[in-house]
C-alpha cells in the first residue's frame, strides 16, 4: 500500500490523513527549544509537562501557517483535528460565562451544529489536501488561526478576571479597584513601551495615535460589542451598572480630554514639557481619588448602583 500508487501516479499514502505525523507536529516547539539551548534540565521538562495540555488544546484548535518551516508548518493530520475543534472553541467561548436569555437547550444546540459543522469542515480538508504538500488554500486557513487565537486570548483573558475577583474578594477590594490598577496596568504596560519606543525612534505622530487609536478601540469597539451582546443575550435595554468609582472615571476623562485639546488648541499645537507633567500629575491624582474612595469611601457606598437609583427615580446621596 505504501509503495502502491492511486490516480496521477501519486502515493496512496500521500492521501491518508497522516496520523503519525501529529505528535511530532504537537511537540515540535519542545524539542527545537531543547535542541537549541543544547541543556534539558529538570525544570524545562517540569514546564514542558505542565505546558502540555493547554500547548496540545491550542495547536489542536489554532492553525498556523509559517513560511520559514518545513512545508510552510502544513500537517494534514493537525488540519484535520483544527477544522473540527475551531468551531466548537469559537461557540465555547460565546457560552463561557453563560447568559440568562439562553436556555440549555439552545446551548447543547449550538455545540451540535459547530460539531456538524467542524465534521464538514474536517472532511473537506481530508478530500481536498495532500500530507506531502500543502493545499492551494492554505494561506486563507491563517485567517481561521487569526480568530481561533482570539478567542483562546478571550478565554484565558476570562479566566484571569475569575482570579482577580477571586483575590479581591479574599482581600476586600472591589472590581473596579482591580480594573483601575491590575487589569488596567497589565493591558497597558505594553501599549506604553511600544508608543515610547516608537516616540524615541523618531516617529512621534505614530506613537500619539497608537495612544488614541488603541483606548479608542477599546472603549467604543469593547463597549459596543458588550452592549451589542448584553441586548441580545441578557436583557433590552441592557441595564449598565454605574456606582461611584466608575462616575469618578468618566469625570476625570473628560476633564482630561478637553484639557488636553483646550491647552494644545491655545498653543497652536505645540505642546512642551510642562504639558506632559501636567498629564502624569492629572493621572496621579486620579488614582488618589479612587484609592480614597476605595479606602475611606466604604464598600457599601463603592458598590452602591447609582445608575439603578436613576432610572427608579431614587435619591443616589
Not at 202 to 228: D, E, F, Q, R, V
Not at 261 to 267: E, F, L, P, Q, R
Amino acid at each position: 500500500l505504501v509503495s502502491g500508487s492511486s490516480g496521477g501516479g501519486r502515493p496512496f499514502e500521500d492521501s491518508s490523513p497522516g496520523w503519525t505525523e501529529l505528535p511530532g507536529f504537537l511537540l515540535r516547539q519542545e524539542e527545537e527549544e531543547a535542541r537549541g539551548t543544547g541543556i534539558v534540565s529538570f525544570w524545562h521538562r517540569f514546564c514542558a509537562i505542565v505546558k502540555a495540555p493547554g500547548v496540545v488544546a491550542m495547536r489542536l484548535s489554532c492553525p498556523v501557517v509559517d513560511n520559514d518551516a518545513e512545508r510552510r508548518g502544513w500537517c494534514k493530520s493537525a488540519a484535520i483535528c483544527q477544522a473540527t475543534l475551531a468551531p466548537l472553541l469559537l461557540v465555547w467561548c460565546v457560552m463561557l460565562h453563560g447568559f440568562a436569555g439562553v436556555s440549555p437547550a439552545t446551548t447543547h444546540m449550538a455545540y451540535a451544529i459547530a460539531l456538524v459543522l467542524g465534521l464538514m469542515l474536517a472532511a473537506v480538508v481530508n478530500a481536498t489536501s495532500r500530507v506531502s504538500e500543502p493545499p492551494p488554500y492554505h494561506e486563507a486557513v491563517a485567517f481561521v488561526g487569526f480568530v481561533a487565537s482570539i478567542a483562546w486570548i478571550y478565554a484565558l483573558a476570562a479566566e484571569m478576571i475569575h482570579v482577580l475577583q477571586a483575590l479581591g474578594a479574599l482581600v476586600g477590594l472591589s472590581d473596579t479597584i482591580l480594573g483601575l490598577t491590575v487589569l488596567a496596568f497589565a493591558n497597558s504596560v505594553g501599549d506604553l513601551v511600544a508608543n515610547l519606543a516608537m516616540a524615541r525612534a523618531g516617529m512621534p505622530a505614530m506613537a500619539a495615535a497608537a495612544c488614541i487609536g488603541g483606548p479608542l478601540l477599546n472603549l467604543l469597539l469593547g463597549s459596543g460589542l458588550a452592549t451589542l451582546l448584553g441586548n441580545w443575550l441578557v436583557a433590552s435595554p441592557y441595564p449598565f451598572e454605574m456606582n461611584l468609582q466608575l462616575y469618578a472615571c468618566l469625570v476625570f476623562q473628560v476633564f482630561t480630554l478637553v484639557a488636553m485639546v483646550s491647552i494644545a488648541w491655545s498653543h497652536k499645537w505645540e505642546v512642551g514639557r510642562n504639558f506632559g507633567i501636567g498629564l502624569i500629575l492629572i493621572y496621579v491624582f486620579f488614582m488618589v481619588t479612587c484609592l480614597g474612595l476605595e479606602v475611606w469611601g466604604g464598600q457599601k457606598m463603592l458598590n452602591s448602583d447609582i445608575a439603578k437609583r436613576l432610572r427608579n427615580g431614587q435619591d443616589i446621596a
